[in-house]
């Protein structure tokens, strides 16, 4: 299994700013992947992020409202650019387990609330 | 098209009784399956996972489930359920050739009652 560190674990923010998200694994990892989970609501992946390329975003999500960067394999950062309070969500970080065979470990999540 | 349906929002059941979830997947390539449960204010925990072979999986804390793959469905099941089983648990779906990318359920919220 792995080990995932979210920050900040949740966040107060006003309409307008930006907020970074880091995570940290504890293990080195190809790929990870940032979900967004809205108030009682499901998991959406928001998008994939490879060391060493552009991330791949989902349908619905654009790289200037989620900048993500993947500058090593075990860390990754996503951004909440120009943020409204629609975007009040959790923000989980996931990433592989070994075997390639989907199983997903996450992180703790980041609660934001946009007020 | 690929999709996974939690066909309950909400489940309530008293403590000590038995309880199913129900998930029902569509798709025409081979999957693999998990239920994950999601407790308040916490990140997601995997409960088990069916990659292949026998389609009765069991988990951690006394859950299991079964696939069936002429329903399409993967439910998940409890024998006994306890309070600490409150949480909310949600079916995923990793269809062959998705690229890891799994597909989550609405989840369905258990509250267990004394």
């Known amino acids: 299994s792995a080990v995932i560190s979210q920050k900040p674990s949740r966040d107060i923010c006003q309409r307008g700013t930006s907020l970074t998200i880091q995570c940290q694994v504890d293990?080195?990892?190809?790929?990870m992947f940032w979900y967004r989970q809205q108030p009682g609501q499901s998991l959406t992946l928001i998008a994939t992020?490879?060391?060493?390329?552009?991330?791949?975003?989902e349908s619905g999500f654009v790289i200037d409202k989620f900048p993500i960067s993947r500058p090593n394999l075990t860390f990754s950062t996503l951004t909440v650019s120009n943020m409204s309070p629609e975007d009040s969500s959790i923000y989980l970080c996931?990433?592989?387990?070994?075997?390639?065979?989907?199983?997903?470990?996450f992180g703790e999540g980041s609660r934001l609330t946009v007020l | 098209a690929q999709s996974v349906t939690q066909l309950d929002s909400q489940v309530p059941v008293f403590e000590e009784a038995p309880v199913e979830l129900r998930c029902n997947y569509s798709?025409?390539?081979?999957?693999?399956l998990f239920w994950y449960v999601q407790y308040p204010n916490q990140g997601l925990q995997l409960l088990l996972k069916?990659?292949?072979?026998?389609?009765l999986v069991k988990g951690i804390n006394g859950f299991e489930a079964e696939f069936n793959k002429s329903q399409t469905s993967f439910h998940l099941r409890k024998p006994s359920v306890h309070i600490s089983d409150t949480a909310e648990y949600f079916c995923?779906?990793?269809?062959?050739?998705?690229?890891?990318?799994?597909?989550f359920g609405a989840g369905t919220r258990l509250a267990v009652h004394p």
């Open positions: 069916y990659l292949s072979g026998s389609t």
């Open positions: 293990s080195q990892v190809t790929m």
């Open positions: 798709s025409s390539v081979s999957v693999y």
């Open positions: 992020a490879n060391q060493g390329s552009e991330a791949t975003y």
């Open positions: 995923a779906v990793l269809f062959s050739g998705g690229y890891n990318k799994l597909i």
């Open positions: 996931s990433v592989n387990g070994q075997g390639g065979t989907g199983e997903l470990f």
